[in-house]
Structures are given as C-alpha cells and as structure tokens.
C-alpha cells in the first residue's frame, strides 16, 4: 500500500490506504479525501473515496456522502471469484465509518 497519485472522478488525488496502513503512515488531516481499498484475500474487492473526520493511532473516522462513485466488483462468494470493477454510486445514505488501529473490521453508521 502507501500512497497513491491515481484520481477520482472529482479530480482530487486521494490517498490509498488500507487498515495495516494506519500505524505506518503519517497521521491524515481533517478534510482529506483518500481512497479505501477493501480487499478479500489479497484483491481489490471495491474502492471508494472517503473524507477523513479524525485520524489518531488508535482510530480512523472517515464520511462518505450519499451519491458518491465508488469503482465495485460483483463477488461470487462460493467460488471466490471477482469481476472487473465498475463504476456504481453510494446509494441514498451518507455513511460515518469508524475503524480502529489493527483491527481486521470497521463499524460504519448508514445516516440518512
């Protein structure tokens, strides 16, 4: 992982970060929007843009907003199999996500 210089569709050059990323990389500022990666064993899943609300070591809270364009992949989960990613967005909610420093999970809070 690490940073990244790809852009979203809202010309803004994000961060690429993953969970395992949150103790390594500096802290992120308030306002910054970075990209989240979600992988299922070792492959991007999807990824979407998020606006950071707080970054400490011991958590990192993201906002994404209701309508924004996140790149997905249909996932078949018998066989594991994931398909070309396409462009699809957020539906009607906003979302608060909270992740917390090492853990394999995020909670996320749909508000809308």
């Not at 070309?84 to 995020?106: E, F, K, M, N, Q």
């Amino acid at each position: 992982m690490g940073r990244s210089n790809e852009s979203v569709s809202d010309g803004v050059t994000p961060t690429d970060v993953g969970v395992e990323d949150m103790v390594t990389l500096p802290a992120r500022t308030a306002g910054e929007t970075i990209l989240v990666r979600h992988q299922w064993r070792g492959r991007v899943w999807f990824a979407h843009p998020a606006i950071v609300v707080s970054d400490t070591p011991q958590r990192l809270i993201l906002f994404e907003p209701a309508g924004s364009i996140r790149q997905w992949s249909h996932f078949d989960f018998e066989t594991g199999a994931i398909a070309s990613p396409t462009p699809r967005a957020r539906h009607s909610t906003d979302a608060l996500t909270l992740l917390g420093a090492g853990a394999a999970h995020a909670i996320s809070l749909d508000v809308g």
